[in-house]
């Protein structure tokens, strides 16, 4: 509809200029909780040139940064929304309950195959040759996304088994190593890239963890490594049953760290042994007016910190990410309310790491979030194309949030370790020089 009405009001503004003037009025609207029309009305009419009207309504847009006469880097994308993308987020818990499972046929006489038959007798199962050739010159929309929990493949890795944390260009390195035991999540955090980086229409899980373990034995052992990347380390660990083999395995490379990262309280496996005390369960955290916001069907916050508890009482090391952290008018009071909770439960001699990042995101990422959830709030912020091409809130805010929240684990303890997820280098040392 926007559209429609730019091509009629301008129609000798060419095709690129009349997208900017849609993206412009469309994120204008929501933002201000308007009809779009009322932007144009409320426009001076000597403002009918485009570079007149651009300037006007980037002004509009980003009110905060413009008035500080700050030089503005942002893309303005075609505008694509369709409706049947929309995330249907019902308030009772989806859970995991797939109506189809495709087996590998090298899966077939695997135990997780065994334990997924009798775990989802009505499943429907079925044996392919291989994931790979099942999803092959297949393209799989956001529909299809959204319908992920009924559809489970169970794979035999051949290839995938370790590598270095792909961390952004010019960013500070962290030296993570990753490990990827599973595809797919859960839950529907508003801001998590996998819809946008995913050509998957289902769960998938290796079921040949023992490869992993083998091919370990080959890799450097003096490491921090972690699951997480592709899916919520915890979430399905009451059907794959591998944290506790996990757990004993690297209790012979006491050299490596080894970090469950999650948002579940899914620990009952975990807490049902001990540690060999270099094994560390990390929660992403956001205070709950965020979390209850945009982190759908995941855990309530303080649902986490007594996992957390939990996983302390049975020898684990704890470690905590605020990531993304999200920008908001009062978002000082809400994060550090929590880090004053994490403080008050956990010991700090027993968090391992804390991590600080900012919100993110490709321009992908941000068309795939207006369309599964159009109502969201966190892209009415001011965001613009940062040093490594991502949507980032501009330099001064992420400092001044760096800022503040070292400061408050610091007036806490100040030897617990800190550090930047995805951060501009130059900004990671002035901050942590602290």
Avoid at 32 to 56: A, Q, T
Avoid at 281 to 294: G, L
Avoid at 300 to 315: D, F, T, W
């Amino acid at each position: 509809m926007i559209k429609e009405f730019v091509d009629k009001c301008y129609p000798r503004f060419g095709e690129n200029k009349r997208q900017e003037i849609t993206r412009l009025l469309y994120e204008i609207a929501k933002r201000e909780g308007i009809e779009f029309r009322e932007i144009i009305k409320d426009c001076p009419p000597e403002l009918s040139r485009f570079n007149g009207l651009k300037d006007y309504l980037l002004k509009r847009r980003f009110p905060r940064s413009t008035a500080n006469d700050q030089k503005i880097r942002c893309l303005l994308p075609k505008l694509e929304i369709n409706p049947r993308f929309k995330v249907n987020v019902k308030i009772e818990k989806k859970g995991f309950n797939p109506k189809h499972v495709y087996i590998e046929e090298a899966a077939v006489q695997s135990y997780l195959t065994g334990r997924m038959k009798e775990m989802f007798p009505h499943a429907k199962f079925e044996t392919i040759l291989s994931y790979k050739k099942y999803i092959q010159n297949q393209q799989y929309s956001l529909e299809d996304y959204n319908d992920r929990l009924d559809h489970c493949f169970l794979t035999k890795e051949r290839f995938d088994f370790f590598k270095r944390c792909p961390c952004t260009p010019k960013a500070a390195p962290c030296g993570y190593h990753l490990i990827n035991l599973g595809i797919g999540c859960a839950y529907e955090c508003t801001y998590c890239f996998l819809p946008a980086y995913l050509n998957s229409p289902g769960i998938v899980f290796p079921t040949n963890i023992d490869d992993f373990f083998d091919k370990f034995k080959e890799y450097p052992h003096n490491i921090r490594i972690g699951s997480g990347e592709f899916t919520d380390s915890l979430v399905f660990d009451h059907i794959t049953q591998y944290s506790p083999q996990i757990v004993e395995f690297f209790k012979s490379y006491p050299k490596a760290t080894f970090e469950f990262k999650t948002k579940s309280i899914n620990v009952d496996l975990l807490t049902s042994i001990k540690s060999g005390g270099n094994i560390v369960v990390s929660w992403t955290v956001n205070p709950p007016a965020v979390a209850n916001a945009i982190e759908n069907l995941a855990p309530p916050v303080e649902e986490r910190l007594k996992a957390a508890v939990q996983c302390q009482a049975s020898g684990y090391r704890i470690g905590f990410h605020f990531d993304p952290i999200v920008y908001y008018d009062g978002w000082e009071n809400d994060y550090q309310w929590l880090v004053n909770q994490i403080f008050e439960n956990i010991d700090a001699k027993n968090i391992a790491w804390i991590s600080l990042g900012t919100l993110r995101m490709t321009q992908m990422l941000k068309k795939t979030i207006e369309n599964r959830f159009p109502g969201n709030t966190i892209l009415d912020e001011e965001l613009f194309t940062g040093y490594d091409d991502k949507i980032r809130y501009d330099l001064a805010v992420r400092k001044d949030i760096y800022d503040k929240m070292t400061r408050w684990i610091r007036q806490r303890n100040r030897n617990v370790f800190v550090y930047l997820c995805m951060e501009d280098a130059k900004l990671n040392n002035e901050i942590l020089k602290q």
